[in-house]
């Protein structure tokens, strides 16, 4: 070992984000942060481990902590690193090609009126846009930040916005075939509805933290197929895809958050490409089409 070694590739923080170089990592993601348990070493070689890992460089040495697997690759540079460690967790899929072109994000998508006369604009303009990205609006007139631990009765967890989409289909057929926009809705990692936050609970699907302990618990396969099977009919109405936000309170939530929504769309349509946005980053997603 060498003590001027640098190691690079960790992931980063509000702290740390103009910093390249790290002395540690872990398994860590939260709002505008994601760490995970990686690294490459000026060395010529990089390290990935799992299971609640963590790394610390102490003078020449590298000391992991809470480790169940450590793989160690040979890698002369930051490009061999990136493909060892896609050989271990999967190589990124091919997005749809309209994932890589112009996307609007915004708020405030408040009216079926307001879309219908936004959208155009964007056509007008010459703006090379493919699609756009609506946050709450799109499936309930209110957020559910203040959403109890026992839900709203009224809440619709899969449903439309009546203010926005009161003809779904009918509007998102339009907006594909006459303007060639796809919409893409933001989707929380929790339930809201009384009814259906009391079936998860009697399931055991529901993890502790989040909003008043309403996230669901993505890694068990039941939920999934209850997920997938609750959420399908968006795919079939036309919303090409999903900004996932808030999904933190466990490591891993995000990478089976998308692999939810990824079994939806298979059960549906086997060849079609999956396309996310998210908010934080684990090892693995990459495999999926989620960014």
């Known amino acids: 070992a060498d003590s001027s070694a640098v190691y690079y590739g960790s992931g980063a923080g509000q702290s740390n984000a103009g910093t390249l170089s790290r002395t540690s990592g872990f398994e860590h993601v939260e709002n505008r942060e994601s760490d995970a348990p990686v690294y490459w070493s000026s060395q010529g070689y ?10 610390q460089a102490q003078g020449s040495s590298v000391v992991w902590s809470q480790i169940d697997d450590l793989y ?3 890698a002369a540079d930051v490009d061999a690193s990136t493909r060892g460690m896609w050989s271990i967790t999967g190589a990124p899929s ?31 303009g010459n703006y090379p846009i ?24 009224w809440y619709a967890d899969f449903g439309y916005s009546n203010l926005t989409y ?26 809201c509805n009384t009814q259906l936050l009391a079936y998860a609970r009697s399931q055991g699907w529901l993890v502790e933290g989040g909003l008043n302990g309403r996230d ?15 959420q399908a009919h968006f795919r079939t109405d036309g919303v090409a895809g999903y900004w996932n936000d808030e999904g933190e309170v466990y490591y891993f939530q995000f990478y089976w958050w998308n692999l ?11 060849t079609d490409r999956f396309f996310s946005i998210n908010r934080a980053y684990t090892p693995g997603m990459q495999r999926m089409g989620a960014v």
């Open 46 to 55: 990089s390290a990935i481990g799992l299971q609640t890992a963590s790394w």
């Open 72 to 74: 160690l690759i040979p």
């Open 94 to 124: 091919m997005l749809p090609r309209w994932a890589l072109g112009f996307l609007a994000s915004r708020w405030g998508w408040n009216s079926e009126e307001y879309i219908n006369s936004t959208l155009p604009q964007f056509r007008q």
């Open 130 to 153: 493919d699609a756009y990205i609506s946050d709450f609006s799109w499936f309930t007139a209110q957020d559910d930040y203040n959403c109890p631990s026992d839900g709203w009765s």
């Open 166 to 191: 009161p003809h779904p289909k009918e509007q998102l057929s339009y907006y594909r075939s006459a303007l060639n926009m796809r919409m893409m809705g933001i989707r929380k990692p929790r339930l």
């Open 216 to 230: 669901l618990n993505y890694s068990i396969p039941a939920m999934r197929e209850w997920y997938s099977k609750n």
């Open 260 to 270: 939810a929504e990824v079994e939806t769309l298979q059960s549906l349509n086997a």
